[in-house]
Each structure stands twice: as C-alpha cells, then as structure tokens.
C-alpha cells in the first residue's frame, strides 16, 4: 500500500479530523482550465448569443436567397411544426434533415411568406438553426448549436475560407476563428455546419496529398 507524504514536512498527512480538513481544502483548490477547453467554451457562449441576435434573421434570409420568391402554396396552420417543414422540402425537392429536437405546433403564420422567409419565421418561432447546403436543409435546436476544435491537416485557412465562400457554405451567423494552436481552427454553429466543415477540410487535404511535387525536371506523387 502506497503511503503519500506531505511536500512540505515530508510526514504522511494526520489521520484525524484536521488531516481529513486539511485534505479537503487541497481536493477543493481550483485547477487552471486548460486554453482549449477555455477557448472552446467561450466560443459556444459566443455561437449562442449570436444565433439570438436580430441580425441572424437577416442572415438567415440570405442562405435561402436563391430559393423561389413567390409564396408557397401550404396550409400551415395548427399543424406540426416537422410537418410543414417536410412539406417545405417536398415543394422544392430538398433532402430533408430533422433533429429529433425539432418539435412544437404551428399556431399563428403570417401569410403569403416565400418558402425562405417562412423558414427563417419558423427558426425563429420555434428557437431553431435552418441550415441549407445546397442539397439538405438541416433543421435542429439552438440548443444543439456548439464550437469545436478542428485539425485543418496541412490545409491553410484562407484556402478553406475561399473554399467554403465557392460552395457558398460559408453563412454569416456562424463562426470560424483561428485556434489556440497553429493548425487549428475553432468553428461554431450547428451541427451540420461542423460536419460540412470537416468534410471540406478532409476533401482539401486529400487533394493537397496527392498534388505532384516537382524535383529538377522530375515528378514524384
């Protein structure tokens, strides 16, 4: 059995009720928080307060730009919210993906909306993150909105920054910032912005692997 000495008078600590006092006020000193965990928290306070914002309804609106303008032909009242929004992408053949969070009933819509703004008016009815890729529109909780630290694995930030403003993912109301480690990037939003983040990381970095390097006159994969 180990026996654990005191740093400072090199005895075992007492065993009686000062021992058992002092050991209790040494278990309750706060540790430091690692930068990480620090960064990663502040940021995800940062992720939600943003989402809360006014502005995010007009950058909301603006993910749904290219979508039709005219207003959508849906019978919406006092119906499941997850039932107008299957019928949202039916009308305009989009994948769709729900959280399982994602939940309340339609009571009072305002009328003749297009389909963007009736998505933007039920995110923000329903406290919810409408995030449309191009071919799915992800539909989950505010709550499920978080930061995350990511490997950009050789790929340079403002390659990927250019990257996602190509395949027009990068969307205003979410966040990407350098990390506390070269190499590193801090993004927040929903999780299916983080997923298509990482996916485009992991695209970039295969591409960049396979890239030819050139040696006097030679190639070499």
Not at 12 to 34: D, L, M
């Amino acid at each position: 059995m180990a026996i654990i000495r005191s740093a400072r008078t090199g005895r075992p600590p007492e065993s009686g009720r000062n021992g058992a006092a002092t050991a209790g006020a040494a278990a309750n000193v706060a540790r430091p928080i690692p930068l990480r965990v620090a960064l990663v928290a502040m940021l995800a306070s940062v992720v939600i307060a943003t989402l809360s914002t006014d502005g995010n309804a007009s950058a909301a609106e603006r993910s749904f730009a290219d979508w039709p303008q005219s207003p959508l032909p849906l019978r919406i009242l006092r119906r499941p919210v997850r039932d107008v929004f299957a019928d949202i992408a039916e009308q305009l053949d989009l994948t769709l993906d729900l959280s399982p969070g994602v939940d309340g009933i339609v009571v009072s819509p305002p009328k003749d909306l297009s389909a963007g703004r009736l998505v933007v008016w039920l995110q923000n009815e329903f406290d919810l993150v409408c995030f449309y890729d191009g071919v799915a529109l992800h539909v989950s909780t505010k709550a499920e909105s978080a930061a995350a630290l990511i490997d950009l694995k050789g790929v340079g930030r403002q390659r990927l920054i250019e990257t996602l403003d190509e395949m027009e993912l990068n969307d205003g109301r979410f966040i990407a910032a350098d990390g506390p480690d070269a190499g590193m990037l801090m993004i927040g939003g929903p999780p299916a912005y983080r997923l298509a983040v990482e996916r485009i990381v992991e695209m970039l970095a295969s591409r960049q692997a396979r890239t030819p390097v050139v040696y006097r006159g030679s190639s070499q994969e």
